[in-house]
């Protein structure tokens, strides 16, 4: 029988050297791939955290721009220049930022150009603001942030509204300064936010001047940041004497627009004209007049105003007696070109009912022409006699009080004239502004902008 024969086995050498090799290709394929997957997704990290960047820019460029315009008050001008007062508005209050702006009226485009948030992030906004809808009652505000390359726009609309002036919320409110001197008491009637005064002193250094035994029980706001304060030991203001009365008084806050007087609404009340080389003065009874140029009447004795006192420029009109007004006083000056030669003087007695008071069969509409006492642009106007009550805002270039004169005031007392305003002697007024109307008679509403959260989008071009 014959033996098998047996082949010689095949030599395995070098096979684990092979898939050694093998693996080892296929984990520095692995880790080149994990590789350019890590470095993906940190550019993607990257590019998310730069558009997030970007869209936190928009919505703070948004925010800063929402803070300036909420504060803007609009004068009764041409719904078409709205967006030039904007930027009047926004020029001036910008001023010493690093923001700027930029008017074109052909395109009716307000631009403000890259402003940083923060150099190190390389993050920015820039904004446009336009009308929108086809219209001068809306804006749009468009708003693009950046963060390096990446950018994100997002826009909003704000609405024109017809609303009340704010300064009406003030007990006084000067653009001078103001100065009381003796025993001088503002009060309020209700409350003392009533007796709050707002001071905008943009011209003068020092914006309030409290002496003698002097007090304010509201609070104190003041426009000019760089004005001075004096307000001696004696004097207060909220309670608190001297210089702690500082803690109630604002400097530096945003200005008012003071509202636009609009005397000549009442031209068309006139039913008679006072005749100054035959019509006497003493102890009369006016009703619906009108005071011509330069006739610069005296009225002694008892005088009795009915309706209307409507007061042409230049002219100085003194009371020298008791004044009795059933109604309000219009004077048609300039309340940009004030004049010496307009002045309204009160030297007695001042008692003064609202025209809602007259019969509605004589005065007609007058009588719903309520909120208003003095209307005097151009005009200065000064006290010397106390009163009860005075129904109604007290608005001229210029306003003083003096001696005795003091009682309760339904409404404001507005003075426009950059000069000082004084009140001095044994002066005590009472402000009441409860139930006062948002826009007194004669005066031209304002239009703020109303912030519309439901049109903010993203993405815009």
């Not at 047996?6 to 684990?16: E, F, K, N």
């Amino acid at each position: 029988m014959k033996r098998a024969k047996t082949r010689p086995g095949w030599s395995r050498a070098g096979s684990a050297l092979v898939l050694s090799l093998i693996f080892l290709a296929m984990f520095a394929s692995l880790a080149a791939a994990m590789a350019t997957f890590s470095a993906a997704n940190v550019q993607i990290a990257n590019n998310q955290q730069q558009t997030g960047r970007a869209l936190s820019s928009a919505q703070s460029g948004l925010e800063i721009l929402r803070y300036y315009l909420g504060s803007i008050n609009i004068p009764a001008v041409a719904p078409s220049e709205r967006l030039n007062h904007i930027f009047n508005r926004l020029q001036t209050t910008l001023a010493g930022t690093n923001i700027t702006v930029s008017y074109n009226p052909t395109t009716e485009t307000l631009t403000i150009p890259s402003v940083t948030l923060d150099s190190t992030t390389q993050q920015n906004f820039a904004a446009t603001l336009t009308y929108g809808g086809g219209g001068f009652d809306t804006l749009h505000v468009a708003v693009a942030g950046s963060s390096r390359e990446a950018i994100k726009r997002v826009g909003v609309n704000y609405h024109f509204a017809t609303v009340g002036n704010p300064i009406f919320d003030w007990g006084i409110a000067t653009k001078g300064p103001l100065q009381t001197q003796g025993n001088v008491d503002i009060e309020g009637f209700n409350e003392a936010f009533e007796a709050s005064i707002y001071i905008e002193s943009l011209h003068s250094a020092l914006a309030l001047d409290m002496t003698g035994k002097s007090s304010i029980a509201g609070r104190v706001t003041i426009a000019n940041g760089a004005a001075n304060v004096a307000i001696s030991n004696s004097s207060s203001v909220h309670g608190a004497k001297g210089a702690a009365a500082m803690q109630y008084v604002t400097l530096g806050a945003v200005p008012h627009e003071f509202p636009v007087p609009s005397p000549s609404e009442f031209a068309g009340y006139i039913q008679s004209t006072f005749n100054p080389a035959s019509d006497p003065t003493s102890n009369v009874t006016l009703t619906n007049v009108e005071i011509p140029a330069n006739a610069n009447p005296s009225f002694s004795g008892n005088t009795v105003i009915r309706g209307i006192m409507y007061v042409r420029a230049p002219n100085t009109i003194r009371f020298t007696g008791n004044a009795t007004i059933q109604g309000l006083i219009v004077a048609e000056g300039d309340v940009a070109a004030p004049s010496a030669l307009n002045h309204l003087d009160f030297g007695g007695t001042v008692a003064s009912y609202d025209v809602s008071t007259l019969p509605p069969a004589e005065f007609g509409n007058l009588t719903q022409q309520t909120g208003t006492f003095i209307l005097a642009p151009g005009f200065s106007v000064c006290f010397r006699g106390n009163f009860s009550t005075l129904n109604g805002v007290i608005a001229a270039n210029g306003v003083q009080f003096q001696g005795n004169a003091g009682g309760t005031i339904n409404g404001s007392v507005i003075n426009y004239s950059n000069n000082r305003m004084e009140l001095a002697g044994n002066t005590d007024l009472v402000f009441n502004r409860s139930g006062r109307e948002r826009v007194p008679a004669g005066f031209q509403p304002s239009t703020t902008l109303y912030f519309q959260p439901e049109s903010y989008c993203e993405g815009i071009s």
